[in-house]
């Protein structure tokens, strides 16, 4: 994995407006990534996810956005939600899926 | 269902003491894998199972050992516990090697 500080990367964004997440990669073997969300004292839960012959995936308010040209992975929240206040990792695995790799994490604070 | 369940929820050792830490699912998941998270960091892979009987290494096995006797459980053992594995704890199942992750909701261990 990444080397990582103490402090994780903050974005913070106005309730309604539109958040992107992004994250870099560094393994280009990597064949899949998933986005997920951790909420203060819980386990990391799933979000969205993308194969490497995808640029892009929808789900309900999210899109994920793959380049793999740059190695890099964003995470768009539409219409942002006080309930989406919480630290937000990309995962990449190979396309034996058995050793997932997660980035340092990145925490979205929604300003009502 | 239960989804993944983990006990202790907190749990203080000193060091040299072993313990093991439990981790059951319900959802007749074939993968199950074992993380650590530090302060502000992402989650790091300790050890994974693709099936019963099966065990790998991840990015951070040593003084951790595994072993799958059955689908439901995935029992961590800390041989002999040290300052260094001070950390939360996130066993997680999937039903196969691509796909959604389900975590348990942590075990936090603090080795004095």
């Known amino acids: 994995g990444e080397s990582v500080g103490l402090h994780l990367p903050t974005l913070s964004v106005q309730e309604g407006d539109n958040s992107i997440i992004n994250c870099a990669y560094s393994n280009s073997a990597s064949d899949y990534f998933i986005w997920y969300k951790q909420e203060s004292g819980k386990g990391p839960q799933f979000i969205i996810d993308?194969?490497?012959?995808?640029d892009k995936r929808q789900g309900q308010r999210v899109t994920v956005l793959l380049n793999k040209t740059v190695k890099h992975l964003s995470l768009q929240i539409a219409a942002t939600q006080p309930g989406d206040s919480a630290v937000y990792f990309c995962?990449?695995?190979?396309?034996?899926?058995?050793?997932?790799?997660f980035g340092p994490g990145t925490r979205l604070s929604v300003l009502p | 269902n239960a989804g993944v369940t983990q006990t202790p929820k907190f749990q203080v050792l000193k060091t040299g003491q072993s313990m093991t830490l439990q981790c059951a699912q319900d959802?007749?998941?074939?993968?199950m894998s074992w993380y650590r998270q530090d302060p502000g960091m992402g989650l790091r892979l300790i050890h994974y199972s693709v099936g019963a009987g099966i065990t790998d290494q991840g990015e951070v096995p040593n003084g951790y050992n595994v072993s799958r006797s059955t689908t439901e459980d995935f029992p961590l053992r800390l041989l002999s516990a040290a300052p260094s594995q001070t950390s939360v704890y996130f066993c997680?199942?999937?039903?196969?090697?691509?796909?959604?992750?389900?975590f348990g909701p942590g075990t936090r261990l603090t080795v004095t």
């Open positions: 959802m007749n998941h074939e993968y």
């Open positions: 995962a990449e695995t190979d396309n034996y899926g058995q050793n997932f790799v």
């Open positions: 997680a199942s999937s039903r196969g090697p691509m796909g959604e992750q389900y």
């Open positions: 993308i194969r490497s012959n995808m």
